[in-house]
């Protein structure tokens, strides 16, 4: 079979490949509708489930558990015959006053409309830290709809929050009147307080992406 050799003299000015990556969508807020664009027919969807919230404090021993890491779902597939999904991007557990650390928000994607179907892929949100408690949030349920499926993390008792596969948990401030640090990125918990009477702080939200490919 001859062979050609690919070279910049062969490929058109503007030339769109026939096939192969086309783009990549990234959504960090609420609930849309991805539509399939012209030509697509396969994607990768990631879903990052929203982290945790941090407990909060009231007397001895004047420390709250620091929030946990959503889970983390990827999925491949053969979009030829789907049209329209919902995207669903966790939202962030809120800081807690009094109480345990809220749990995080779901992120998923999910079938709309179309000739074909497939199983809702969906990663849930990190647990809260407790309230004037040094144990750190409970480790965050594993997905089972992805081809790769990560519990999120559960921190370190008081000292470092849970980490996302998109975010590191935030850093406990060991002083008296410490507030504990937020996490960064997507996904991570916080630290909580170790002041007395202090409210816990709130996590980092979910994310979704889809790569889109010809």
């Not at 030509?39 to 558990?65: F, L, M, N, Y």
């Not at 015959?81 to 800081?95: D, I």
């Not at 993390?153 to 504990?180: D, E, L, N, R």
């Not at 996490?183 to 007395?196: E, I, N």
Request: glycine share 20%.
């Amino acid at each position: 079979m001859a062979l050609t050799k690919i070279e910049a003299s062969n490929i058109a000015a503007g030339a769109v490949a026939s096939s192969g990556f086309v783009e990549k969508k990234v959504y960090t807020a609420a609930s849309t509708l991805w539509t399939k664009p012209t030509g697509v027919t396969k994607i990768i969807v990631e879903v990052q489930g929203a982290g945790g919230g941090s407990g909060s404090t009231g007397g001895s021993p004047d420390s709250a558990g620091v929030g946990g890491g959503g889970a983390y779902a990827s999925k491949f597939l053969d979009v030829t015959n789907v049209a329209t999904c919902t995207v669903t991007v966790g939202a962030a557990a809120a800081a807690a006053s009094g109480a345990t650390g809220g749990v995080g928000g779901t992120s998923e994607f999910v079938y709309v409309s179309g000739t074909a179907s497939f199983t809702t892929i969906s990663a849930v949100g990190g647990n809260g830290g407790q309230h004037n408690n040094y144990y750190a949030a409970a480790i965050t349920a594993t997905p089972t709809t992805g081809d790769v499926n990560i519990a999120g993390q559960s921190g370190y008792t008081v000292f470092v929050a849970g980490s996302s596969m998109f975010g590191f948990g935030g850093k406990a401030i060991t002083t008296a009147s410490g507030t504990g640090r937020l996490g960064t990125g997507y996904g991570s918990g916080p630290a909580g307080p170790s002041a007395t009477s202090t409210n816990g702080n709130v996590a980092q939200p979910g994310i979704v992406i889809v790569w889109e490919f010809k």
